[in-house]
């Protein structure tokens, strides 16, 4: 093979991999934003929040695990499973108690 072929196949490579890592970089912070901003006593936000989470942490495992089909496995079953753990782990709403506010009157 030419040295110069060699070296743009590299640079190609390189190129992919930095495409590649500014994806998941991108889709990471979607990610985590989406689940930062969500109501913690909202069934339907933690399903939401649990879902993306558990697709990502699931794609993530069924890549190293199986390649490519793995990853979409993973990122189905995490996402189920993500939903459904948030939705039936949502924690009722506190009650609020105010603290009763006495005023002082003073008298001049």
Not at 38 to 45: E, F, I, K, V
Request: glycine content about 20%; charged content about 10%.
């Amino acid at each position: 093979m030419p040295w110069s072929y060699v070296y743009s196949l590299a640079l190609r490579v390189e190129q992919m991999r930095k495409q590649f890592t500014m994806a998941g970089a991108i889709g990471a912070g979607l990610v985590l934003a989406t689940t930062a901003f969500a109501d913690p006593y909202n069934p339907a936000d933690r399903a939401l929040g649990g879902g993306l989470v558990g697709a990502g942490t699931g794609a993530v495992i069924g890549a190293i695990a199986g390649g490519g089909r793995g990853a979409g496995i993973g990122a189905a079953v995490g996402g189920g499973v993500g939903a459904i753990t948030g939705a039936a782990t949502t924690p009722p709403r506190p009650q609020h108690r105010y603290y009763r506010h006495h005023v002082v009157r003073r008298a001049y």
